[in-house]
T-cell receptor, first 113, second 118 residues
Framework: DGGITQSPKYLFRKEGQNVTLSCEQN?????MYWYRQDPGQGLRLIYY???????QKGDIAEGYSVSREKKESFPLTVTSAQKNPTAFYLC????????????FGQGTRLTVV | DQQVKQNSPSLSVQEGRISILNCDYT??????FLWYKKYPAEGPTFLIS?????DKNEDGRFTVFLNKSAKHLSLHIVPSQPGDSAVYFC?????????????????FGTGTQLKVEL
């Protein structure tokens, strides 16, 4: 079945460590996105990519980095520069150039210990 | 600056009755609006959308109404069922994704927790 897979579902990180969250899609979508959800703040856009080897900062990109080497994959690295990394991270994908919905993965809960 | 607002953090409705979830936006350039449903520890799932050229879109028990002059949209669920209990997010996007460079980049509201009681 087509869809978006995020892994792992739960992730623990020590302060000062970088950690990479995986996102893979087999929907043949060109665009991929990373959102962060915090209680009471909805979903905020971290980074997005419309095409391989290109990506743009979203509203809260500081402390994060991404890569888009393959159409199917859009990993997110949470660096030690991110001051409040504990959150629920959601990856999404969509078709570019059409007005349609974005499809979301199941999310990764990152906790800094 | 919250461009998409859901001012009711929670809503409680009896089974079988109508649920009305509200959303306001400030940027008049938004021209496409969506509603997503989210269960805890899961990703949001798409429910229904509406283009700014329409004022109503219906899909089964779900109807979205758009009032452009008031910059307001609402989601009606009739009849409400216990399985509808979830957080509902309103989202908006701009026209010409290629021109704005945003693909289908969505701006989300803060969500409304709906509880449908027996």
């Amino acid at each position: 079945d087509g869809g978006i897979t995020q892994s792992p579902k739960y992730l623990f990180r020590k302060e000062g460590q970088n950690v990479t969250l995986s996102c893979e899609q087999n929907l043949n979508h060109d665009a991929m996105y990373w959102y962060r959800q915090d209680p009471g703040q909805g979903l905020r856009l971290i980074y997005y990519s419309q095409i391989v080897n290109d990506f743009q900062k979203g509203d809260i990109a500081e402390g994060y980095s991404v890569s888009r080497e393959k159409k199917e994959s859009f990993p997110l690295t949470v660096t030690s520069a991110q001051k409040n990394p504990t959150a629920f991270y959601l990856c999404a994908s969509s078709i570019v150039g059409q007005r349609n919905e974005a499809f979301f993965g199941q999310g990764t809960r990152l906790t800094v210990v | 600056d919250q461009q998409v607002k859901q001012n009711s953090p929670s809503l409680s409705v009896q089974e079988g009755r109508i649920s009305i979830l509200n959303c306001d936006y400030t940027n008049s350039m938004f021209d496409y609006f969506l509603w997503y449903k989210k269960y805890p520890a899961e990703g949001p799932t798409f429910l229904i959308s509406i283009s700014s050229i329409k004022d109503k879109n219906e899909d089964g028990r779900f109807t979205v109404f758009l009032n452009k002059s008031a910059k307001h949209l609402s989601l009606h669920i009739v009849p409400s069922q216990p399985g509808d209990s979830a957080v509902y997010f309103c989202a908006a996007s701009f026209p010409s994704p290629i021109l704005t460079g945003g693909g289908n980049k969505l701006t989300f509201g803060t969500g409304t927790q709906l509880k449908v009681e027996l």
